[in-house]
């Protein structure tokens, strides 16, 4: 056991230095003693960096790395991954006091984990089952409801390839019909996309699929009023929303979809492996279960019959409630206006610089995610160059869009580094040969 003080400077060692040797070392210490104390609410009204300088403590992305691609992954802070420690650690010495229950997880209703998370996100917790991820979620939605050949479902032409796939699955299988729009880069405003939604929307379209904010450019798309639009034709609506939990606030209800997917290992910081499935409940009785297993016609207990996949990872679950706390104790509004502070301010530089944005200038339309076409910079080279030579890591997508992630814990400092890394580079390449 160490005491207090040594478990803190054993942190700030892995927050600093860590290589997994290190952390290999330094892990037994840190699950017996008390995580690093959140920053106090008196600090952000007398300066809002060092509070999240404070919380960059919970993280363990080293301190000279900056972190720029969590649209992809988040990385979870100590809450989460001691939650999920805790899990095994109170499962796998197989004592359950019932002896139901020992780790044949995968056949119950979880209501300690679904409440709050329902909660966290505005819903009702017969209405949400406790998947892996968005890609299991959007398979369920795609897999689950009944289309017939020639029937539509229309999305963007900027969907994850776990949203598309399963969609695509079905067509070739079932001969339904896969319908895209085109989204301008950069979206305008929200008319802009009602309009190319109800101008493709046919009277075969039997479901309007689309990402709330599409891995692509990050726009936020007028959700609620695509919903709404699709609910007056009578077509079903259903969401991806990986990016969502944690980014923005997120009201289910209020949104009005009729199924929603999410994988908040992204922005709200969760295990990997945890995910979730909404349908709504006048929905849950028309979406047929694609994994079946006892339970799986059972209409009485709603959407926990999505949930029932068999054997699972329930120490991840402790780790998802652990990130839906961390987020309530920081506060979904502190945190919401902290990543459109970090995306605004890096968009702007990245303009200044010449870069075209992919952003929307509407700011209801943006959020953590700001993406820039940057030609004829390619985005692999310029991806291995920031790693190897800066520490940084970025993402975009052929052939020259960077997409920048700003998740709270990323400090305006580190985005500093980055712009002054990009200008380096840009230098570096004008004044390289051309060839
Ligand atoms: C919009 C969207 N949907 C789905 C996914 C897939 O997420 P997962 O791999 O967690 O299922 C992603 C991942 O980047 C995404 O951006």
Not at 19 to 46: H, M, V
Request: proline share 7%; hydrophobic share 40%; charged share 25%.
């Amino acid at each position: 056991m160490v005491d207090r003080r040594g478990f803190l400077s054993s942190f700030a060692g892995l927050a600093g230095t860590a290589g997994a040797l290190n952390l290999a070392r330094e892990w037994p210490a840190l699950f017996e003693q008390e995580a690093p104390e959140l920053p106090d609410a008196a600090l952000y009204a007398s300066d809002e960096e060092a509070y999240w300088g404070q919380l960059r403590k919970q993280f363990l992305i080293p301190a000279d790395e900056v972190y720029l691609n969590n649209g992809t992954v988040g990385s979870s802070p100590m809450p989460v991954l001691r939650a999920i420690f805790d899990g095994y650690n109170e499962t796998e010495k197989m004592a359950q006091k019932d002896p139901e229950d020992y780790p044949i997880w995968g056949y119950a209703s979880w209501n300690e984990f679904r409440d709050p998370v329902a909660a966290f996100v505005g819903c009702n917790r017969d209405e949400f089952a406790l998947l892996r991820n968005a890609t299991e979620a959007n398979s369920y939605i795609a897999n689950g409801l009944d289309m017939k050949p020639g029937e539509e479902v229309l999305m963007t032409d900027q969907e994850h390839p776990g949203g598309e796939h399963p969609w695509n699955l079905k067509a070739k299988r079932y001969g339904i019909v896969v319908k895209k729009v085109t989204l301008p880069k950069p979206v305008p405003n929200a008319a802009a996309v009602l309009n190319l939604f109800n101008d493709a929307i046919t009277p075969r379209t039997r479901v309007v699929f689309f990402s709330h904010i599409p891995t692509v450019t990050g726009v936020v798309l007028p959700a609620k009023e695509l919903c709404a639009l699709a609910r007056s034709k009578g077509i079903l609506s259903a969401v991806d929303g990986a990016h969502v939990p944690g980014m923005m606030k997120l009201n289910l209800h209020e949104l009005g979809c009729d199924m929603y997917s999410s994988s908040p290992h992204k922005w709200l910081q969760a295990p990997k492996g945890s995910g979730f499935l909404f349908v709504r409940d006048e929905v849950i009785d028309r979406l047929w279960n694609t994994i079946a297993t006892e339970g799986w016609n059972d209409t009485k207990i709603r959407a926990e019959r999505f949930q029932r996949i068999g054997s699972s990872n329930v120490p991840a679950l402790w780790g998802l409630r652990a990130a839906v706390q961390l987020a309530n104790e920081i506060g979904m509004e502190r945190i919401e206006k902290r990543h459109r502070q970090m995306a605004d301010y890096i968009l702007k530089e990245m303009v200044k610089r010449d870069a075209e944005s992919w952003t929307s200038p509407d700011p209801a339309l943006r959020c953590a995610i700001a993406a820039v076409n940057v030609p004829p910079i390619q985005i692999g080279e310029i991806e291995n160059w920031m790693w190897k030579n800066k520490k940084i890591r970025i993402r975009g997508g052929a052939p020259s869009k960077i997409r920048l992630s700003t998740p709270y814990y990323l400090l305006r400092k580190d985005v500093n580094r980055f712009l002054a890394a990009f200008d380096e580079y840009q230098t570096a390449k004008n004044e390289s040969p051309r060839t």
